[in-house]
């Protein structure tokens, strides 16, 4: 298993089309696997394949770390995942491992339900509130080339786009 680089914003691959999964084999496996080291290493609750260059309809998820009473939620690996229903509305605190640094108050779906394929290629689906509707959203956003600030009202956007270049001018 291997570690990989997080891509971050403004790469190109976080805004490009990503494609189906249709071979369910080692290599994905791997993959799979790799994502979700790469997502521990990096304590974060949910990795999309295109945030390490990997431009496939592909995520996975835990939330377990930041779950009250234990963990009520093991790893969930999401491929071809598409959202079939959602309920009400949430403004929650958000960020994203591709865009360090920042965050911001996003709305959301309070509810969703989700169908998608397993690792092995088996249909399943699953529904959620709380953080766990939040990070289905933000990861299937991810798979179509959306990060959570283009979710943001104009005027935030404006605010990230400034604090961002301010970052950039820092390190250069
Ligand atoms: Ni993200």
């Not at 494609?19 to 084999?25: A, L």
């Not at 009250?68 to 999401?78: A, T």
Request: contains cysteine.
């Amino acid at each position: 298993m291997a570690i990989h680089e997080i891509r971050k914003y403004p790469d190109p691959v976080l805004k490009a089309k990503t494609g189906r999964v249709d071979r369910f084999d080692e290599s994905l496996e791997r993959l799979i696997k790799d994502m979700i080291e790469t997502m521990y290493a990096a304590a974060g609750v949910g990795l999309a394949a295109n945030q390490i260059g990997v431009p496939l309809q592909l995520a996975v998820i835990d939330i377990s770390s930041r779950e009250e009473g234990g963990p009520k939620h093991p790893v969930i690996v999401l491929i071809n995942p598409e959202i079939l229903e959602q309920k009400g509305s949430v403004v929650a605190d958000e960020g994203c491992l591709s865009i360090p640094d920042f965050s911001e108050s996003v709305k959301r779906s309070a509810w969703v339900k989700v169908r998608a394929l397993d690792r092995a290629g088996k249909p399943f689906e699953i529904e959620g509130e709380g953080l766990l509707a939040k990070a289905l959203q933000h990861e299937i956003d991810h798979l179509n080339g959306l990060l959570f600030v283009d979710r943001l009202s104009p005027l935030k956007k404006n605010i990230f786009r400034r604090r961002w270049k301010k970052a950039m001018a820092e390190t250069a």
